[in-house]
């Protein structure tokens, strides 16, 4: 059965639901757009709580994007641009989402969900005035796979998997690493079922690599016990397992609380952390530009388009030269700023491999790019055991030892334990996390 798809809430209100602004005509990938802000604002008419919420969404929206781009060490120093400034940088907005209600006293209270998109230019010039380095360079798309295991129950594609429910609140796309969901369809139940996802077996993992057009997918399994949720991240690609990151986010005061807040808590962590690892490898000060010799190789024009759109279509890249041409290659001048090894895990990811030292480098263009060194490959896993200090969590939220994590998160499986597993019928008690296998 197919999952549900975000739903509106705001219920126990009597709303009236009005029309949208017109679409902004943006990618939905744009990191310059940040989708779906909540906005609240009470006065005494409502088209003046209409705009007081959005001159708060548009300063909310641009806090996002700033957090967006740049380290959370530096997120004490960003920028606090007013309201003028704001509606500069502004390239429009669009309403997903419109109520009212009247509350006692004839106040009206407006309630909604604003997309607003910016100026790249502006937002630049707006942190390199403040000599901040950023990042934005897009990773490749992935794709996520939500899995929950709540009590005795496996849950994938059911319509009752709250775990999934939460992802579909929240809108990925424009992050650094976007994250998209499947349909869960007819289609992806009969192909892929929640052993092979708890596994993290390939061969059933690639129809949906195949069918959504990723590189890699993001296994999020989560397991709740005693209103604590468990979650494990786990970057699966035809390579192997890749970057790991895991959270537990725990509610001490309401054990039985509903998963949705804490669903929504740990999500925004993970996905965080994911983008601050991105941003650590391609975060750069525009102050300083580089120029990089290279031969660009090729077998067809095709491959040779390949290359130029991806030097051209990259933020880091100022500009570039092609000079000495012949039927197998050119002679490419680039000038971009960032370091060589930055500009190559960036190129990476839109299928083009640099590689070479000093003057000596080489373009190629790859239709699968293995990882760039220092990205793609297997970092430590991270462990936050709660998530106050992103003021995510409760102040009360337990944590549990090393020792007890172990419990629920396993050391991965072989490729031949997995098979010997699946023989065996899966007999793991219910609730437990099975590992992500390469």
């Not at 920028?79 to 669009?94: A, H, I, K, Y």
């Not at 899995?147 to 129950?153: I, P, V």
């Not at 002679?331 to 370091?339: A, L, W």
């Not at 936050?384 to 020792?403: C, F, I, K, M, R």
Request: aromatic content about 8%.
């Amino acid at each position: 059965m197919a999952l549900r798809a975000f739903r509106a809430g705001f219920l126990g209100f009597g709303f009236l639901v009005l029309g949208l602004v017109p679409a902004l005509g943006q990618s939905s990938s744009d990191i310059f757009t940040v989708a779906r802000v909540a906005v609240d604002a009470t006065a005494a008419s409502a088209e003046e709580a209409r705009l007081i919420a959005q001159d708060r969404g548009r300063s909310q929206a641009m806090r996002i994007l700033l957090q967006r781009l740049t380290p959370s060490d530096d997120w004490a120093y960003l920028p606090r641009p007013g309201l003028r400034e704001l509606l500069d940088m502004q390239v429009g907005f669009e309403v997903e989402q419109e109520r009212f209600s009247t509350q006692a006293g004839a106040e009206n209270r407006y309630l909604g969900q604003i997309t607003y998109a910016f100026r790249p230019d502006m937002v630049r010039a707006l942190l390199r005035s403040e000599r901040l380095s950023f990042s934005e360079t897009q990773a490749a798309p992935a794709l996520v796979v939500p899995l929950f295991d709540s009590g005795a129950e496996r849950l994938l594609w059911e319509e009752t998997n709250r775990w999934a429910e939460a992802w579909y609140e929240l809108d990925l796309s424009h992050e650094l690493v976007p994250l998209s969901l499947a349909l869960g369809d007819l289609a992806d139940s009969s192909a892929v079922q929640a052993d092979d996802v708890a596994m993290g077996n390939w061969e059933a993992l690639r129809f949906l690599a195949e069918r959504y057009q990723v590189d890699r997918i993001f296994v999020a399994h989560a397991v709740l016990e005693s209103g604590a949720l468990f979650v494990r991240m786990t970057e699966i690609s035809a390579n192997g397992v890749g970057q790991s990151a895991e959270t537990q986010v725990s509610n001490a005061n309401n054990a039985e609380a509903p998963l949705g807040g804490l669903g929504l808590q740990a999500i925004r962590t993970l996905s965080s952390r994911i983008s601050d690892r991105w941003k650590t490898q391609t975060r750069v000060s525009y102050d300083v530009q580089r120029r990089l010799e290279a031969t660009a190789w090729f077998t067809s024009l095709e491959e040779w388009r390949l290359i130029r759109v991806a030097l051209s279509s990259l933020p880091t890249v100022t500009g570039y030269d092609a000079f000495a041409m012949s039927a197998t290659g050119a002679e490419v001048d680039v000038t971009f700023v960032g370091t060589p090894q930055q500009l190559a895990i960036t190129l990476s990811e839109r299928g083009v491999l640099l590689r070479g030292e000093e003057n000596r480098w080489a373009l190629r263009a790859s239709a699968a790019a293995p990882p760039v060194a220092g990205y793609g490959g297997q970092p430590p896993v991270e462990l936050v055991q709660n998530t106050q200090n992103s003021g995510a969590s409760s102040p009360n939220a337990q944590t549990l030892t090393d020792d007890e994590l172990g419990n629920i998160f396993d050391e991965p499986l072989t490729q031949e334990e997995i098979e010997a597993r699946r023989r065996q019928g899966m007999g793991d008690r219910p609730g437990t996390m099975l590992p992500v296998g390469n």
